[in-house]
C-alpha cells in the first residue's frame, strides 16, 4: 500500500508543480505524514527533494514557452534563499518539540490553497515585457525582494507554501500574468528547495532512498508532462483544475489521519 502512495504523491506533487508552480510538498508531506505515518521532517526532506528537479523541469518548460522573467526571478531568489536557511532550522526545532506538527500544518496549507484556487483564481494580466514599461518598477522589485525573504522562510520551515506564496508576489504586486508567475516561481523554487533539502538533510533527516527515489521519479515525469500542458491551456481552467485536486487531496489526507 506504501508503494501506491508514493507513485500517487510523486503524480500528484508533479501536476501541482507542472500546472501551478506549487511545491511538491503541498502533496507529498500530507500524504507520507498523513497516510504512511512518516515523520514531517523526513516527509518534508522527501518533497523538498522532489521539488528541485521537478520545479527545474518545469521552469525550462516554461522558459521555452517564453513565460518566464529571469532577471526579477534570480533576485527574488537571492533573498529567498536566505529565508530558507533560517526557516529549515527552525522547522527543525519546532518538529523536534512537536513531533507530527509540519504534517498538519502541510495539509491546512492545501486545503487553503484549494479553495483559492476555485474561489479567487490567480490570473494577472502581464508578461515581464509589459511589467517593464511600467511605472515605479524598481520599488516593485525592491520589495518583491523582501516578500522573497519570508517565501523563503516558509518553505524552509514547512516545505511547502513558498509556490503560492510566489504566485502571490508575481501576480498581485508584479502584475504577471499566471503563466508568467508559474515560470518565474518554479525556477526559484528549484534553487530554494535544493538549500532547504541540503538544511534538512544537515540537521539529521533520515533519507530513505528507494522511497524518495520512486516518489521523484513519478514527480518528475508527470511535472514535464503538465508543464507542456499548462503552457497550451486556458488561464481560468487552471485554477479550477489544480483548484479541486488541492481541495480533494487535503480533505482525503485529514481523514485518513483523523479517522
Not at 523526513?42 to 521552469?59: G, I, R, Y
Not at 496549507?109 to 494580466?125: A, W
Not at 516593485?140 to 509556490?163: D, E, P, Q, R, W
Not at 503563466?179 to 533520515?206: C, E
Request: one cysteine or more; aromatic letters at 10%.
Amino acid at each position: 500500500m506504501n508503494w501506491i502512495i508514493y507513485i500517487l504523491a510523486g503524480i500528484g506533487a508533479g501536476a501541482v508543480t507542472g500546472l501551478a508552480g506549487l511545491s511538491a510538498a503541498v502533496v507529498i508531506t500530507p500524504l507520507l505524514v498523513g497516510v504512511c505515518l512518516w515523520d514531517s521532517y523526513d516527509a518534508v526532506t522527501v518533497a523538498l527533494t522532489a521539488d528541485v528537479l521537478a520545479s527545474l523541469l518545469t521552469a525550462n518548460t516554461y522558459r521555452k514557452n517564453k513565460n518566464i522573467d529571469l532577471k526579477r526571478g534570480f533576485l527574488v531568489g537571492f533573498t529567498a534563499l536566505i529565508g530558507t536557511c533560517i526557516g529549515s532550522y527552525v522547522g527543525f526545532l519546532f518538529n523536534e518539540a512537536q513531533p507530527g506538527g509540519l504534517g498538519l500544518i502541510a495539509m491546512i496549507t492545501t486545503i487553503s490553497l484549494g479553495i483559492k484556487f476555485l474561489f479567487k483564481p490567480i490570473t494577472g494580466g502581464n508578461t515581464s515585457e509589459e511589467f517593464d514599461n511600467g511605472k515605479n518598477g524598481t520599488l516593485k522589485t525592491i520589495f518583491a525582494m523582501i516578500c522573497g525573504l519570508g517565501i523563503g522562510f516558509v518553505c524552509g520551515f514547512t516545505g511547502s507554501g513558498g509556490g503560492i506564496l510566489m504566485l502571490t508576489v508575481f501576480t498581485l504586486l508584479l502584475g504577471y500574468n499566471l503563466k508568467v508567475a508559474v515560470g518565474t516561481s518554479t525556477m526559484i523554487m528549484s534553487v530554494v528547495a535544493l538549500v532547504g533539502a541540503i538544511s534538512h538533510i544537515y540537521m539529521g533527516a533520515t533519507m530513505y532512498f528507494l522511497p524518495m527515489m520512486v516518489t521523484v521519479l513519478s514527480c518528475l515525469i508527470t511535472a514535464l508532462i503538465c508543464a507542456k500542458f499548462a503552457n497550451r491551456c486556458d488561464i481560468k481552467k487552471l485554477n479550477k483544475v489544480i483548484g479541486v485536486v488541492l481541495l480533494i487531496l487535503g480533505i482525503f489526507t485529514i481523514l485518513m489521519k483523523y479517522l
